[in-house]
């Protein structure tokens, strides 16, 4: 299946999920139409996390709800688990539904049923029996942690709670893949973190393969393997997420990834700073893999002083990264010298006064 | 005014009072039972065949639409004698309680089916995405999502009709029915003795009210709140 060579090299099998120039166009009436998916390609591969990040209105949604058929692609071949969704009819794709969990921004919990009711709602679909279902529902209300709310009703819980039911109802069938709509997007910071760690125990000890669209980067950074960037329907970015975050590149993605990293003073800041030091300003690179500290420990061999006056360190899933920014004090071709130094160990970038540290 | 009701003839009025009572009882409960069946089947096909729906189609919905919008609209006196040949080569008779109850399994059917339809919209469509999602059939969605719940809105909607339909059921004496709307009139307002036309009146406050109360009860159980 990956002949065409955008397949992830490391990933053996075939992958989970496949996209190949998938276009959805919506007719707003008066003939004008809206591209909400534009000619998109990707694959995702088994047992990883893949993340959509974009602004509202980017397409995300549409995106997702292709996935497991609940939009219809304009043009474009959709493959998931083997099967072509893209040409299959509304009962045939109730099969390949009930491999593919959902979980909901605004959870969509039946208010009919309590919470072992709509846990138990997708058994009832695939057929379980009586005893396996209340079996079923009881070990996954244990894994989300709910196990005495089991006959609360969805208005008597908290939002973390609701999606905790969410997630659990979206696992009851054991399904391969997970598709996440924004789940956290309704959630405070706090429970955000609740549901962000069941969604990775997920992935991690069910194995199930997750996709996540969202527009908090949070998200990302802290579920993500891969992470596939949109804007305006098209994917204008994709890569592992450690790399997409280190190395941005498209103007779109700046701001995305710019509103997540808090790493380099603005032109504020700078003024700021400038009041206490008239030294050099510098940002360093701070990598896993960087040895930046063992260069600072030297700046006194080469005469130089520093001082930090700025810095952030962002993590992802699997790394950390971030920005030192430092003021120099010293003789000038010391400082110079120094500089040179650690060019050699890290990315090393000029701060100018009143100006933007450039990406 | 008390006088005047010691007065009534108890033994004359009390036994026709609860004949009327009882037939009007008869035909709400006939007529009920088969146009809510209908209207629930046209205000589903309403909600599932509109743009959008779940089983989106646009002939259908329009041609439902059509018809509830034509039939509705028609006040039930004029209804009851514009039916009079359907009622009777259906019934063989264009009068009495069966024609009467007739009329108004129309009347409600599509009543009901508007009633149906407004409070299904009310569902957030999230919970059906989400059926969906879990590969639910389309059958399954709709007798396992959409209709549980909606289920408290509906008892409230229904409720409603039924007492539309005590109000309906009191033309009967148009066509030779009786039931307290013609115990009133018949009784009351013809022979020119008012109490006995607010004996009726007292008759119909007591079960509306009674009636009501139940469909709050289920509706607050079924809802929860």
Redesign the interface.
Known sequence: MSTDGTTDARAGGDPLIEFRHVTRRFSSGRGSAVTAVDDVSFTVDKGEVYGVIGFSGAGKSTLIRLINGLERPTSGIITVLGHEVSGLSESKLRHVRSRIGMVFQQFNLFQSRNVAGNVAYPLRVAGWGKADRERRVHELLEFVGLADKAKAFPEQLSGGQKQRVGIARALAVKPDVLLADESTSALDPSTTGEVLRLLRRANEELGITIVAITHEMEVIRSIADRVAVMDKGKIIEEGRVYDIFSNPRDDGEVTFVGSALKDRPTPEDIGRIRQHTTGRLVTVSLKDSSAVGSVLGRAAEHGVAFEIVHGGMNTTKNASFGLLTLALEGEHHAVQRFVETMKAATPVQEVRDGEEVPR | MIDTYRNLDWDYYGPELFDALGETIQMVVFAFAISAWIGLTLGLLLYTTRAGGLLANAPVFWTVNFLVNTIRPIPFIILIAALQPVTISMLGTGIGNTAVIHAMVWASSFGIARIVEQNLVTI?P??I??????????T?IIF??IL??A?GPLILGFTFVIIAMIDMSALAGIVGGGGLGNFAIVEGYQRFRPEVTWLAVAAVIVMVHLLQILGNLAARK?L?R
């Open positions: 957030d999230g919970v995405e989400a059926a969906r999602a879990m590969g639910a059939s389309r399954r396992t999502v549980p719940e289920f079924v929860r």
